[in-house]
């Protein structure tokens, strides 16, 4: 069966000072029940990852290129990931989509070169406000996983994340029916073009202002195997009940 995950997105927050979360985080769960990730900055990466080493935390990046190397000014290689220590990359996050006009194809082509670096790639997909009151938001997210998600992909390599981008950030979230909807409909999608074994096996997480307050009602919905959660993982004191929630799922 799949392992539940609890994966953190601290996005472009947090210095050195924030480190003492990660502690608290890893003292708090010495043998989780879920698998753990947090993804901080890239300045705090090998830092993050030391504090980490000891514990059951997994770190991972916020992004990469699409190439192995090369002359691309500011950007970060999967394999630098994994020197720092970095076992996960998140890719294709809407804040990414929008702000560095990033495409799907784009998404594809990171996550093949990170899968093939051994990183587990938590592909982000989700439709704007705007989106689900147009259009059918299952053909906007059918759209965005066949073309983001790489043939390389497997149960261990590959986790998606659905992040509605209207419920990034703004308090609120969907009924527990339209997450249940699209996740359900992400399983089928998924079985359909990499066969029951791989596609039952990769897990499915839901994001968008998940707090201590609604994670349980959450987490009790069909095909949701997890969080990837921005706000509420900055502290430890909100992402613990999180955790707690998922491993009493
Ligand atoms: P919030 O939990 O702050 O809404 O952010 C969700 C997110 O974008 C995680 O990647």
């Known amino acids: 069966m799949r392992r539940k995950l609890a994966a953190g997105n601290w996005k472009m927050n947090g210095t050195s000072a924030a480190l003492s979360e990660l502690t608290t985080l890893s003292d708090a769960h010495p043998d989780p029940g879920v698998d753990l990730l947090i993804c901080p900055p890239a300045t705090l990466l090998a830092a993050a990852a030391q504090t980490c080493a000891s514990g059951r935390i997994r770190i991972g990046g ?7 190397d090369g002359a691309h000014t500011g950007d970060i290689s999967a394999a630098m990931l994994r020197d720092v220590g970095a076992t996960a990359v998140i890719l294709g996050h809407s804040e990414r989509r929008a702000g560095h006009h990033e495409t ?3 998404v594809r082509a990171k996550a093949r070169t990170a899968q093939a670096a051994g990183l587990m790639t938590v592909i982000c997909l989700g439709e704007s406000q705007l989106q689900r009151e147009a259009t059918n938001t299952l053909d906007i997210i059918g759209a965005q996983l066949s073309l983001s998600v790489p043939d390389s992909s497997t149960g261990e390599n590959l986790v998606v994340a659905y992040e509605p981008i209207w419920a990034i950030g703004s ?3 969907p009924t527990a029916d339209q997450i249940g909807e699209v996740h359900d409909f992400m399983r089928t999608r998924l079985e359909k073009r990499f066969g029951a074994g791989v596609g039952r096996s990769v897990r499915l997480l839901y994001g968008g202002s998940v707090k201590p307050d609604n994670a349980e009602e959450i987490f009790a919905i069909s ?3 997890g969080a990837l959660v921005g706000g509420a993982s900055l502290k430890a004191s909100d992402f613990d009940p999180i955790i707690r929630a998922l491993e009493g799922a």
């Open 62 to 68: 916020q992004d990469c290129h699409e190439q192995t």
């Open 223 to 225: 095909n949701v195997d």
């Open 104 to 106: 799907s194809e784009d």
């Open 171 to 173: 308090g609120l979230t």
